[in-house]
């Protein structure tokens, strides 16, 4: 069978829009012979709805953009993601995430969803029921085996057994003689390549084709990086498709091949997932531009390269805001930068108004001695004047704060915090450098200075980061193992850490659950973020 793909960037709840999209790549994947085209998960919703489920008028209207999309369907069947209702009164939940194989002619057939994920940003349990069986349709007179994203999952690459039911041995052992996937996986670093060992081992497995369309774009804090693929009945790569981009392609499930996957550098993957994550948040959220804080150093060098990336330079502001303690370097890497990337910038100084405030404040601190509430003065005040221009001009404002500094509360509510997208708050420290290295690979874009200077927020004289953390190698790698991978202490310290430190760090992350309860959304590209996919209590109080 040659299967066309459709792996389009869908936005939530943009009936027409999506099925605009959907229509337009049915018709070009048959005009290149396509005898069936595949669509991704929830295509014509988009994915997540989340609560938008359960706005009354959000499931009708949907399917009522999938009547109209079914009258313009042909010959050809296409088989689309989309929410079904179950009968009024039923026992559970009120929907099923579903594939429909639309064709002229022909009466719906429709395959449900399985396993529902219910951890990390997973909760779709909170929505759907369970597929009551696995059957297959028949397709051009082939029994055709219909999944949906996470019913291909299997052990070992769940982060725990999960689920004893198998969709894809229910429905091979039921004749289906092909198994096509319908996806909304979101990215995180690695996890193509982890994916493709996945399918490339269930087809073996089955010794079956297998087809997997994934969607691709950013919904909020989500990325999807598209990556669909096809896999012949030994797990031989038959197509893999763009990542991080729209794309048709047509391919035949009957062929064999030994072609080889091509897996990106971990630095071209984040790159190219931060800059579609940008440009989805502020398109589909109504924005026309971006304005930041560039101080010189290294984290806002690199969120307003991706901007400029993402956006285009003249869709990007960045605003100087020197104040007392700032140095001659920082301003001159600064505008170095905003030359590299033909981007506007504004100087808006912050040491009268700095000034004004501490005059202001003087009698009411009873003689105490300056401290940190001094040093946040600054960072609010660069805080209000971003939101300022922000709110004058329409711009949305990116904070440019990284995962090392947002772990341990190494930033000020109401100053860096102030924003509208976290563009690398999921990107540790260490990370920021291998990437704006990896960026600098063919000529100087981020400045030299920004990279090799020692990390200093300059709100007192001759401050540096590390007068206050561990240096960086030791935070992120201790933050690695105590987000990510969910280790205690004593299993930290054993990897080699020095006690003392991993607990000052473990102990600093969790005080700090209330700063990160009220950060703007950001980016996730671990398989860890702090944010929808990271539950912690704010008030409590075990200690490890």
Known sequence: MR????????????FAGNSAKLLATYREAVGRGAECVLAPELALSGYPPRDLLFQSPFVPAQLAALDALEREVGDVPFVVGFIEPRPAGAPGQPFYNAAVVLQRGRAR??????????????????????????????????????????????????????????????????????????????????????????????????????????????????????????????????????????????????????????????????????????????????FKSVVLGLSGGIDSALVATLAA????????????????????????????????????????????????????????????????????????????????????????????????EMAVGYCTLYGDMCGGLAVISDVSKTMVWRLSRWINREREIIPRASIEKAPSAELRPNQTDQDTLPPYEVLDGILDLFVEQNLGAEEIVARGFDPQTVRWVMRRVDLNEYKRAQAVP??????????????????QRFVQ
Not at 3 to 14: E, K, M, S
Not at 382 to 394: D, E, P
Not at 526 to 535: C, D, H, V
């Open 109 to 286: 057939q429709i395959a449900r969803k399985s396993l529902l994920p219910t951890y990390d940003v997973f909760d779709e349990d909170r929505y759907f029921e369970p597929a009551e069986a696995n059957v297959p349709v028949e397709i051009h007179g082939r029994r055709i085996g219909l999944t949906i994203c996470e019913d291909i999952w299997a052990e070992p690459y769940l982060p725990r057994h999960l689920y004893l039911a198998d969709p894809v041995t229910t429905l091979v052992k039921e004749g289906a003689t092909a198994i096509l996937n319908l996806s909304a996986s979101p990215f995180q670093v690695g996890k193509p390549a982890t994916r493709y060992g996945m399918i490339s081992a269930l087809a073996r497995r089955a010794g079956v084709p297998f087809a997997y369309c994934n969607v691709v774009g950013g919904n909020d804090q989500l990325v999807f990086d598209g990556n669909s693929c096809a896999f012949d009945a030994r797990g031989n790569c038959l197509a893999q498709l763009s990542a991080f981009r729209e794309e048709v392609a047509v391919v035949d499930l009957a062929a064999h091949s030994s072609e080889l996957w091509t897996e990106a550098v971990a630095e071209e993957e984040l790159h190219d997932a931060l800059c579609l994550g940008i440009r989805d948040y502020l398109h589909k959220c109504g």
């Open 309 to 404: 990336h993402a956006l285009g330079p003249d869709c990007v502001l960045g605003v100087l805001m020197p104040g007392p303690h700032s140095s001659a370097g920082s301003i001159s890497d600064a505008t170095a930068l905003a030359q590299n990337l033909g981007i506007a910038t504004k100087t808006i100084p912050i040491v009268e108004p700095y000034e004004a405030l501490r005059k202001l404040y003087t009698p009411h601190f009873d003689g105490r001695p300056e401290d940190t509430t001094e040093e946040n003065l600054q960072s609010r005040l660069r805080g209000v004047t971003l939101m300022a221009l922000s709110n004058k001009f329409g711009h949305l404002l990116l904070t440019t704060g990284n995962k090392s």
């Open 522 to 539: 950001g980016l996730k590209v671990t398989s860890r973020a702090f944010g929808i996919g990271r539950r912690i209590p704010i008030a």
């Open 3 to 14: 299967l066309g793909f459709a792996q389009i960037n869908p936005t939530i709840g943009d």
